[in-house]
């Protein structure tokens, strides 16, 4: 049983008018995404998809994505991201997922997944560096549904708590101090994000910082097949 991470796959059965195919490289990303998937990830392995899972924009046109994402070979932890407009009460997501039988899906909000002797953890994190009141305020929310996730899965007697998030908390010359506070409180060794594509690469931090190593796993850098994690 192994772990494995992807982040950003854009998915649009639900809205057909949102194609990736206008962007460069995203040409039949679906494919390449159920190919890429399904050619390294096995029936008893676990992938985090750490956010913009969709481009719908209600928990109704978001069915079609999640039922191709349940499609898919193994068992799926998704969060949140910039741009998961359906994503809604962990009580809904649930209803829909048990109604529709998408047997294979979670929901990373405010909680943890146990996954061999590791704590899924994670949250969509925020933008890095703002002043901005709103800013300020969804910061500081997403560093203590962060801490509420580290903790719940700390509670679960694990060996290493990984952690996902959405927006990277160290990109460039930027950084989100109130995320990286809560990940050297609880020292947490390993996080991966997403949220940057491809033609932003060159300004993606990927390496060790702090003690922690940060990592990237947008779907169009790792050419859509999800990155082994554990």
């Known amino acids: 049983m192994a772990l494995f991470a992807i982040a950003d796959t854009h998915l649009s059965f639900g809205t057909p008018d949102k194609r990736m195919s206008v962007f460069k490289g995203w040409d039949n990303h679906a494919e ?6 399904n050619g390294a990830v096995g029936v008893d392995d676990t992938v ?3 956010g913009d899972v969709s481009w719908a924009q209600t928990l109704t046109e978001a069915t079609a994505d999640l039922r191709f994402i349940d499609s898919l070979n193994g068992s799926k932890i ?4 910039n741009h998961d ?3 809604t009460t ?4 649930r209803r829909l997922r048990d109604e529709q039988g998408l047997h294979s899906i979670e929901f990373l909000h405010n909680n943890a997944y146990k996954v061999g002797n590791a704590a899924v953890c994670g949250t969509r994190g925020w933008l890095n560096e703002s002043d901005a009141p709103i800013d300020t305020k969804m910061t500081l929310r997403e560093a ?3 801490e509420r996730s580290i903790q719940a899965g700390l509670a679960q007697g694990v060996g290493e708590v990984v952690v996902f998030l959405h927006y990277p908390p160290v990109y460039a010359y930027e950084e989100n101090a109130a995320i990286l506070e809560v990940l050297r409180k609880y020292a947490v060794r390993r996080v991966f994000a997403g ?5 932003g690469m060159p300004s993606a931090f990927k390496g060790e910082r702090y003690g922690i190593c940060f990592d990237m796993i947008t779907a169009d850098s790792l050419k859509f097949v ?4 554990l």
């Open 90 to 93: 962990l009580t809904k997501m």
């Open 195 to 199: 949220h940057i594509h491809l033609s």
């Open 226 to 229: 999800p990155q082994k994690v």
């Open 144 to 146: 203590a549904r962060l």
């Open 48 to 50: 985090v998809i750490a």
């Open 85 to 87: 407009y359906w994503w």
């Open 32 to 37: 390449r995404l159920h190919a890429g998937w």
């Open 78 to 81: 998704i969060l949140r991201g």
